[in-house]
């Protein structure tokens, strides 16, 4: 199970990543998945298109989509560095931004489908009790969606893990900076005699995967045990 | 205290153009399903935004359309008591009464421990809604809409969705809210009964318009209302004091024309009880009927006779100032010849009045 220096490097880096990635893409999926749940706008099917389209395009052209948009060539990239200073391309802020957006939908789609299981009439009933909006959202449907949020969250963070073709796309494979466990596990299987430590990668990538899923399942029945009034 | 609701509102082919006002006390709003009913409190809540309108609680415009006004729910400070009882899930039930006091900017009117006592949920306290009956929960509701300190209390069918008993078990905590809260309340019901215990006021909705409303004993006794109510729910309420109770199954019961034996009632000796005797319990006759057993008999005049559609005609009667409804067939009318100002006697079968028909005044 012992890991050499960039095995511990890709292990750590997967680690950053699918985090950050997750922390972001959270509230944004949290938006996103009230919108399509709730709203009715004009253009409400461009939205829950443009959401799932990551879910459907080879992961190849999605990270390539990125470097156009988000290099340093890029319309979203010079703006991000001229303005913050963020450089996304070939480092690790990019390679969290390709998990983020291969990872959102799953996110969204948990959420989503959270929200239309709340019953709007308790909705209406904290409203009738004096909840602002913003309150009745607070205090009664994000109690209520906790386990969808929860099971987006790990997902996601699974998906960001495992992410590989938009990320080798979109900011190559350089140990220390964008080499994440899918890609040193790659590079790894292209050297002869690099086996061994590729299935010791692999070993750790399972369990993480393995650690989130159950992670996950513990914390939604708790979630749902305090929700059903167990 | 009073709420005016003037509005207008359509959909799916069903119109409804209802204009009434509410008092202090309990005003029922009583019609058939279909009639409009939920449409109109809902409006009144504000959860729905009829066409037309204007809806003032205690001069305090809460919605008018001709000149833009519509508070949003949260701001119109109404209880409100579902059919559903709509607990939230994830909370237990003293978090669900507690749910609204965070955002009243109103005065407290009413007490938490008051609350619970007047309720009886003290047990429950702890519990969340999946572990409580369907009855228990509503309590909770009820009680969760009191502590919002709302300037009056709406319930639509609040015990509709409960069974027989349940109801039974629940009818007396609405008449001590009605006593002690002190609050108005406009109660949606098509339960005829629920409403003859509770009601001060009472109005009519048919097709989605307001065909009657008045003082609940005015209504309860017009014969013209009899066909809006279902002629064999149509009976007039009465108020009788309790002077003796359980003699030999029976408890005696003074009406202002006399006493009356009725079995089941339980409420001590001096208790002001509301009575609803249906029309077609009560059996006339010209003279003082002799050897009859199990019946009570109270001398009455005839009113006013007033035929309905059908078979049947409406006979109003006096009963030394009480009101009360009989229902005869026109071939018995015309046998036994009867006209208004007639003096006869009013035959009330003891075991005809169901205990659910007795409640506190």
């Not at chain 1, 086996?195 to 393995?210: G, Q, S």
């Not at chain 2, 009639?35 to 001069?59: C, E, F, H, M, S």
């Not at chain 2, 507690?98 to 047990?123: K, P, S």
């Not at chain 2, 009570?296 to 006779?305: Q, R």
């Amino acid at each position: 199970m012992m890991l050499d220096a960039a095995g511990w490097e890709a292990l750590r880096l997967s680690l950053l990543v699918g985090t950050t990635a997750t922390l972001l893409g959270l509230p944004l999926a949290l938006w996103v998945a009230w919108l399509l749940a709730r709203k009715t706008f004009p253009g409400k099917w461009i939205l829950n298109a443009a959401v799932h389209l990551p879910l459907v395009l080879p992961p190849v052209v999605t990270g390539y989509l990125l470097l156009v948009a988000f290099g340093r060539q890029g319309p979203a990239g010079r703006f991000l560095e001229e303005t913050f200073g963020l450089i996304l391309a070939f480092r690790w802020t990019g390679a969290a931004l390709a998990a983020l957006v291969m990872g959102f939908p799953l996110m969204v789609r948990a959420i989503r489908l959270a929200i239309e299981a709340v019953d709007p009439r308790l909705e209406e009933a904290a409203a009738t009790l004096g909840a602002p909006r913003y309150a009745v959202f607070a205090t009664v449907t994000l109690p209520l969606i906790m386990p969808g949020i929860l099971a987006g969250a790990v997902m996601g963070f699974a998906k960001a893990i495992g992410e590989f073709g938009a990320t080798i796309t979109f900011v190559a494979n350089i140990p220390g900076q964008t080499q994440t466990l899918p890609s040193a596990i790659y590079s790894l299987l292209q050297v002869p005699g690099g086996e061994d430590a590729a299935i010791r990668l692999v070993l750790w990538a399972c369990i993480l995967a393995i650690g989130a899923v159950i992670a996950s399942e513990w914390l939604a029945r708790r979630v749902a045990a305090r929700i059903a009034g167990a | 205290m009073s709420l005016e609701v003037d509005i207008a509102h359509g959909f799916l082919g069903f119109s409804l153009a209802a204009r009434f006002e509410a008092g202090p006390g309990v005003t029922a709003l009583f019609g058939r399903s279909g009639a409009g009913k939920t449409t109109v409190v809902n409006a009144v809540a504000g959860l729905l935004r009829p066409q037309k309108g204007r809806i003032a609680i205690d001069g305090d415009v809460v919605l008018d359309t001709k000149h833009g006004v519509d508070l949003p729910v949260h701001r119109r400070g109404l209880g409100y008591v579902f059919q559903d009882a709509r607990l939230f899930p994830h909370l237990t039930a003293r978090q669900n009464l507690q749910y609204g006091a965070r955002f009243t900017r109103a005065g407290m009117r009413i007490g938490e421990d008051e609350v619970i006592n007047l309720l009886g949920i003290e047990a429950l306290l702890d519990r969340r809604p999946a572990r409580l009956s369907g009855g228990e929960r509503q309590r909770v509701a009820i009680g969760r809409a009191l502590l919002a300190q709302p300037r009056m209390l709406l319930m639509d069918e609040p015990l509709a969705a409960l069974d027989a008993p349940r109801k039974q078990d629940i009818l007396p905590y609405l008449e001590r809210l009605k006593s002690e809260a002190r609050i108005p309340i406009l109660y949606v019901s098509h339960a005829l009964d629920e409403i003859a215990r509770l009601a001060d006021t009472m109005v009519l909705l048919q097709n989605g318009t307001v065909a009657a409303t008045g003082p609940l004993f005015d209504i309860m006794a017009d014969p013209e209302a009899m066909p809006l109510l279902g002629a064999r729910e149509a009976g007039a309420v009465i108020e009788v004091r309790v002077v003796e109770t359980d003699n030999g199954g029976l408890s005696t019961l003074q009406a202002a024309a006399g006493r009356i034996e009725l079995p089941g009632v339980t409420a001590p000796p001096g208790t002001e009880l509301r009575l609803r005797i249906l029309a077609q319990d009560i059996i006339l006759s010209k003279t003082r009927p002799d050897g009859l057993v199990g019946v009570n008999i109270l001398p009455v005049t005839i009113k006013a006779i007033h035929p309905g559609g059908g078979p049947g005609a409406a006979i109003l009667l006096d009963a030394a100032g009480d009101r009360l409804l009989a229902r005869l067939t026109a071939r018995t009318l015309e046998t036994l010849d009867l006209v208004p100002g007639q003096p006869c006697f009013a035959i009330l079968k003891a075991m005809a009045i169901a205990p659910g028909a007795v409640g506190r005044a």
